[in-house]
C-alpha cells in the first residue's frame, strides 16, 4: 500500500529557514499536501500541489515536489517561534474516488528564539 | 462560518464499554472521513461517506467499529467491546465535492481513553 515517510524532528533558530522533508511510494499520487497540528488542535491545511507540478509558492511556505524521486519538501523563509507545531505530509491518489488522505508521520518542528 | 466540531472533546471508559463519537461537518459539505490518530502517529484513514452512504469503509480496524450518516450531515462513529488498543484523537473532516474541491477541513477531535 501506500507508504508516506518524514523525519521525526527539525529545530532552527527564529529568522533561520526550515525545511522539512517527505518522500512517498504511491507513483500514482496525485495530490500532495501539508498540514499543520498544534497542540490540543485540529489539523490545520497549510497547502497542497498537484502532481503536474514542481514548486508552489504562497508567501513563506514554499513546497517543492521532485516526481522522480517521489520526494516532497516544504520551506518556511523567515521561521517564527509561532511555527512551532507539527508537520504533516499527505498524498491523496487519482485512483481514489473518495480523496483519501495518507498521512507521513509527522515532523516536529522546534524554533528557538 | 462555523467549522468541523466534534463532541465530546475527551472521553474516558472502561474495556468493553460501548461509546459514540458525533462529528458535525461544516453546513453544506457532502463528504465527510473518519481518521484515527495514535499517540505519535499522522492519521489514519478509517471510513468515508459521500451523502449518506458509506463510500469506503476500507479502514476500519474490524467489525467494532461503525459508523453513520443517516440525514446526510451529521456523523456517529460507534466503537462496540471497546479495547485498550482503541485509545486514540478520533479526527472528523469534511469537504465540499466528491472531487474538483480537494480540501478536507478537520475538526477538534474526540480523544478517547480506554482503561
Known amino acids: 500500500g501506500e507508504d508516506v515517510e518524514q523525519s521525526l524532528f527539525l529545530s532552527v533558530r527564529e529568522g533561520d529557514s526550515s525545511v522539512i522533508n517527505c518522500t512517498y511510494t504511491d507513483s500514482s499520487s496525485t495530490y500532495l499536501y501539508w498540514y499543520k497540528q498544534e497542540p490540543g488542535a485540529g489539523l490545520q491545511l497549510l497547502t497542497y500541489?498537484?502532481?503536474?507540478?514542481d514548486m508552489k509558492q504562497d508567501q513563506r511556505l514554499t513546497v517543492l515536489l521532485n516526481k522522480k524521486d517521489k520526494h516532497l519538501s516544504l520551506r518556511i523563509a523567515d521561521t517564527q517561534t509561532g511555527d512551532s507545531a507539527i508537520y504533516f505530509c499527505a498524498e491523496s491518489s487519482v485512483d481514489n474516488a473518495g480523496n483519501m488522505l495518507t498521512f507521513g508521520g509527522g515532523t516536529r518542528l522546534m524554533v528557538k528564539p | 462560518g462555523a467549522g468541523v466540531s466534534q463532541t465530546p472533546s475527551n472521553k474516558v471508559t472502561e474495556k468493553g464499554k460501548y461509546v459514540e463519537l458525533r462529528c458535525d461537518p461544516i453546513s453544506g459539505h457532502t463528504a465527510l472521513y473518519w481518521y484515527r490518530q495514535s499517540l505519535g502517529q499522522g492519521p489514519e484513514f478509517l471510513i468515508y461517506?459521500?451523502?449518506?452512504?458509506?463510500?469506503?469503509d476500507s479502514g476500519l480496524p474490524n467489525d467494532r467499529f461503525f459508523a453513520v450518516r443517516p440525514e446526510g450531515s451529521v456523523s456517529t462513529l460507534k466503537i462496540q467491546r471497546t479495547e485498550r488498543g482503541d485509545s486514540a484523537v478520533y479526527l472528523c473532516?469534511?469537504?465540499?465535492?466528491?472531487?474538483?474541491?480537494?480540501?478536507?477541513?478537520f475538526g477538534p477531535g474526540t480523544r478517547l481513553t480506554v482503561l
Open positions: 461517506f459521500q451523502g449518506t452512504g458509506a463510500a469506503d
Open positions: 500541489i498537484f502532481s503536474n507540478m
Open positions: 473532516a469534511s469537504s465540499p465535492y466528491r472531487q474538483g474541491r480537494i480540501e478536507q477541513f
